[in-house]
């Protein structure tokens, strides 16, 4: 397969997103064509990335002195601890601002070498491997950065783009099939928000996606990548048009908060939840065509993604549900915001609800 090159074009960064297969074998050549330069790096590493992989990073780095930092890559473990852990490794090998931070591995591994990245003497030079379908097609895209809190996921953090996107194809076939349906659910919403011709060809060939067919699942990711750069480039920090990517999202974070971001629910899986739950409560408010609303509940549904909240919690969970719901950062008064969807590639935004309405609503849902 060829190597496949977005640029990205921010007000702080400009930066190319690389997607292909076998990358690890040009990664010191794409660095110096990209101007990047350093001396010293620390790769931050997801502990699940197969030893042979970071094997081929170290061989193409091996003119740069190389510093290694492994993390057990889940929700709870994206914290200020392993934040601090970072920062004092650069501070101990004595990092400048010109050397690099390198993060192989999911949103998580990504989401808080970014954040060091950002905050270690004002920025120093960040590149992003991701090693997931999810980070691939979302979370490394858009310099959000950021760790969790016990009120809440991703309540701090900053935006902060990176050098360099490589996103090597390879690596998902190391993916359990759990981990492929969950950047799925990325890719899906993508095209819930924007682009009802690659809905189209979502619906008509995702089991040749999840199976990580060539070349459905390449155009997958390019054709979710240009949606996030396309709003990226609109809106770098979230004040308007941005907000669409949150689609589904404000549900999603309240459900992986309410099971303390345990396996039982990962992102994707809680995303695709919310999606569900955005597009009934569309259709009940008056927002989403019933025409638009059955294709997408039959597309999720028969492809046995989840989807319903009741294999999951209970009615006596409501309540936590909706505290995760109110302080979810999009919210700025004691009404929910939620985005909402017209039809497939019509986005509402600002839509605020009393707190009230989201109880009757879940409660339905749970019955």
């Not at 890559?73 to 490794?89: G, H, P, R």
């Not at 949103?107 to 090693?131: E, Y």
């Not at 939620?338 to 849902?365: A, D, Q, T």
């Amino acid at each position: 397969m060829k190597i496949i090159k977005l640029k990205i074009n921010t007000s702080t960064e400009s930066y190319p997103i690389i997607i292909g297969t076998k990358l690890f074998a040009q990664f010191s050549n794409l660095i110096n064509q990209n101007l990047i330069k350093f001396e010293k790096c620390l790769l931050v590493i997801d502990k699940n990335v197969p030893k042979k992989k970071i094997y081929q990073i170290k061989k193409a780095l091996k003119n740069k002195k190389i510093f290694i930092q492994f993390i057990k890559a889940n929700e709870k473990n994206k914290n200020q601890k392993n934040l601090d852990s970072i920062i004092k490794t650069l501070l101990e090998k004595n990092f400048s601002r010109q050397d690099c931070l390198i993060s192989i591995g999911g949103g998580i591994t990504g989401d808080i070498s970014g954040f060091a990245a950002s905050i270690f003497k004002r920025g120093l030079q960040f590149i992003n491997i991701p090693t997931t379908l999810l980070s691939q097609v979302d979370s490394s895209i858009g310099g959000k950065t950021g760790i969790n809190t016990n009120y809440g996921k991703n309540l701090l953090g900053n935006f902060y783009q990176p050098k360099l996107v490589i996103s090597d194809i390879d690596f998902l076939k190391s993916l359990p099939r759990r981990e492929i349906i969950c950047g799925y659910a990325e890719i899906l919403k993508h095209s819930l928000i924007s682009n009802k011709k690659l809905y189209q060809f979502l619906n008509k060939n995702i089991f040749k996606i999840l199976n990580l067919k060539s070349p459905f699942i390449e155009k997958a990711i390019y054709e979710s990548c240009k949606i996030k750069k396309m709003v990226v480039e609109k809106d770098e920090k979230e004040k308007n048009l941005r907000k669409v990517l949150n689609f589904g999202h404000t549900f999603a974070h309240a459900y992986e908060a309410s099971l303390g971001y345990s396996k039982k629910l990962n992102h994707g899986e809680a995303v695709l939840l919310g999606i569900y739950s955005a597009i009934n409560f569309s259709l009940d408010n008056n927002f989403l065509n019933q025409r638009d609303y059955h294709l997408i509940a039959k597309h999720i549904v028969n492809s046995k993604l989840p989807y319903n909240i009741k294999n999951y919690f209970q009615k006596k969970d409501l309540k936590k549900i909706l505290l995760y719901m109110l302080k979810d950062k999009k919210n700025n008064s004691e009404k929910i915001n939620l985005i909402l969807l017209k039809s497939i590639g019509r986005p509402v935004i600002n839509n605020k609800f009393k707190l009230n309405k989201l109880k009757l609503f879940l409660k339905k849902e749970l019955t």
